[in-house]
């Protein structure tokens, strides 16, 4: 079932290091609130979401740091590249979200942008850990020898 809603909607941005440098915890769908030249430029599959994060400001969550460039026909009625960016997510959600970042010291990452079935923007962001430099050896271990095993598998018959 989970490999059915993988096909319905189409990524915008990855953010691929995100799962290497922290330990994804739980996971939230939200919307994003953009311009209409950001959505444009966003179906032009050119974002990216590498170095950015989520925080709070004035009581709501927001996506900071998010390159989404320009979209070339607007021409004057153009977008500032890296402003934040409104997350739409229900009060729950954010007060959850709020209050895992200030008690636990977790750290609110975007995983990817997509558009989903409707054609709606939509982020996916996820309570995170940062990892330690151990722990990134650890996983770039085990990443390793799956590689080296699927070798020997393929190679073996």
Not at 22 to 48: D, P
Not at 62 to 91: C, D, G, Q, S, V
């Amino acid at each position: 079932m989970a490999a059915r809603n993988e096909n319905r909607y189409r990524i915008a941005a990855d953010n691929r290091k995100a799962r290497f440098n922290y330990e994804i915890g739980q996971t939230f769908e939200a919307g994003i609130a953009l311009t209409g030249t950001e959505v444009k430029s966003l179906r032009g599959g050119k974002a990216t979401i590498a170095e950015s994060y989520a925080g709070e400001m004035g009581g709501e969550i927001y996506l900071f740091n998010a390159y989404i460039p320009e979209y070339l026909e607007a021409n004057r009625f153009n977008h500032e590249t890296r402003r934040p960016r409104k997350l739409l997510l229900h009060k729950r959600e954010v007060s959850k979200l709020l209050g895992a970042v200030q008690r636990e010291g977790m750290t609110v990452v975007p995983l990817k942008v997509y558009f989903n079935e409707r054609g709606r923007a939509k982020v996916e962001v996820a309570l995170a850990r940062g990892k330690k430099l151990h722990d990134k050896r650890e996983t770039e271990r085990a990443r390793d020898w799956k590689r080296e095993q699927g070798r020997l598998i393929r190679e073996k018959g």
